[in-house]
């Protein structure tokens, strides 16, 4: 019992009456740094303003996105990935009764393209939000397992993937790579 009580660095005292205190010595502390993670987000206001490569993207997105199995959140999201040799490939969400066994649009895209055409890169994803129970004015960004997911095909072949996100209505966000809005991410080099 002493020695795990020393290895928690408590010390042990007796009282007059007989009582054993046990007294907390923290460890010493070590220099602390704060540090702030940045990145930089491009906004536009319509889509008139993307290039036209990323306007017909979103576009596709937006029309992948009304055919979404979404039946319990009512929230249909639609996903375009474009590749370096020109084709797109579409996703939409599909849920289920078993939450977790539904997959969102991200992946339904990201996993087709991987399947469909292996080894060619990916270069963007346009993914567009919308609900039937009110409107979405702001983008909607990728869950955590949609941005890990991005980032193994990010890291799989050196290059990032840039993100369009957009709701229903407004602004639409433009990310260089899913890295940026996943700081501190988990990838292979954890698993040598």
Not at 56 to 75: C, G, H, Q, V
Not at 121 to 141: E, L, N
Request: charged share 20%.
């Amino acid at each position: 019992m002493n020695n795990i009580i020393k290895n928690l660095y408590f010390n042990k005292t007796r009282t007059s009456a007989g009582f054993i205190i046990l007294v907390q010595s923290l460890p010493k502390q070590k220099s602390m740094k704060k540090q702030t993670v940045s990145f930089e987000l491009i906004t536009y206001d319509t889509l008139e303003e993307l290039s036209q490569e990323e306007k017909s993207l979103m576009l596709k997105a937006i029309e992948t996105r009304k055919n979404a199995y979404a039946p319990y959140s009512n929230f249909q999201v639609g996903a375009a990935v474009l590749l370096e040799n020109g084709e797109v490939v579409i996703g939409n969400n599909q849920e289920n009764a078993s939450y977790p066994s539904g997959l969102c649009a991200e992946r339904v895209a990201m996993f087709q393209a991987g399947a469909r055409y292996p080894g060619v890169i990916i270069k963007s994803i346009a993914i567009s939000a919308a609900s039937k129970v009110y409107t979405v004015h702001r983008p909607a960004a990728p869950c955590g397992n949609c941005r890990q997911s991005i980032l193994e095909y990010e890291a799989k072949q050196g290059t990032p993937i840039a993100l369009l996100l957009m709701g229903e209505q407004g602004l639409i966000y433009k990310c260089h790579s899913v890295g940026d809005i996943l700081p501190l991410a988990f990838d292979s080099s954890f698993l040598k």
